[in-house]
């Protein structure tokens, strides 16, 4: 696994990066070793506690967590536990479909511990269609912010890319696009 590992408002000492390190080449056994796998983790240091922010990247999937905790190595622990869980729903969600290719073929099962699921939560249960109106990003929040929603797809009347607009947890608005674009 290829590490970068980065802070804000810290400065990243060996401690913190070995740390990562050492808790994260245990999830190497998890992995295809013939996949180039990438971790990102990022560290920030607030007042009250610590963020710790884990991206794992293979050519078939990408794995994230973050974590807020008051103890920077708790929240680094928590991060990674994280991850293990999203693989073990990941396997579960695989064997429930009779389907291992795409995604899971990065992921080496075998390695996983099976998860116990109360009841069968990837069923889909609503489908909505509907016409992409080409706005802005101004008018795309406050379509959201009536509709009440977390998010809101829309097409970008400047760029033509699909987009979604969401509100984070932190406060404000995130913003996701397509990078290919739309032909009219």
Known sequence: MEYQIVGKNITVTDGISNAIKKKLSKMDKYF??????????????????????????????????EVK?????????????KLVGQMRKL????RNKNNHDGLGKSIIF??????????NNSEVVK???????PMSLEEAIT??????HSFFLYLDN??????????????????IQAENRVEL
């Open 143 to 148: 379509r959201m912010e009536a509709l009440g």
């Open 91 to 94: 396997k579960t969600r695989m």
């Open 158 to 175: 400047e760029d033509e890319k699909i987009s979604v607009v969401y509100k984070r947890d932190e406060g404000g608005y995130g913003l």
């Open 110 to 119: 075998d390695e996983l511990e099976d998860i116990k699921e109360e009841g």
């Open 69 to 81: 905790d008051k103890d920077l190595y708790a929240a680094i622990d928590i991060s990674i536990d």
């Open 32 to 65: 295809n070793p013939k996949d180039e796998v990438s971790c990102r983790a990022v560290v920030r240091s607030y007042k009250t506690g610590a963020k710790v922010e884990i991206t794992i990247t293979t050519k078939n999937i990408t794995l994230r967590s």
């Open 127 to 133: 489908t909505k269609q509907y016409t992409l109106t």
